[in-house]
């Protein structure tokens, strides 16, 4: 399965999420949601989320390791491109924080 990244756009705050984007899949479907951030150790890429009554947070979006891999190879390379900096060598699984990702 490939993808490609959507609407790909920098966040104007200056917390730590960093970019937002959408990713389509090759067979149409697209899923909204996913966040660049920065955590303790570096940029990480989130996935869409939802906070539950106790305050945990889930991800919405399960994604092979592989894939996940390829997802943050080029939507760290995207951020790159349109000029996003900040953080130490790119992550590949979200820090233990509660942030909303």
């Not at 490939?2 to 067979?27: E, G, P």
């Not at 990480?44 to 190879?73: A, C, H, M, T, Y």
Request: glycine share 10%.
């Amino acid at each position: 399965m490939s993808f490609t990244i959507q609407n790909f756009r920098l966040s104007q705050s200056q917390s730590n999420l960093k970019a937002f984007f959408d990713v389509q899949l090759d067979n149409g479907i697209v899923m909204k949601g996913f966040k660049i951030a920065q955590g303790p150790t570096g940029l990480f890429v989130g996935v869409p989320s939802e906070k539950d009554q106790n305050g945990k947070w889930w991800d919405r979006v399960i994604i092979p390791k592989e894939l996940k891999e390829e997802l943050n190879r080029l939507a760290l390379a995207e951020y790159s491109k349109q000029g996003g900096s900040g953080g130490s060598s790119p992550r590949q699984d979200p820090p233990e924080t509660d942030l909303p990702f």
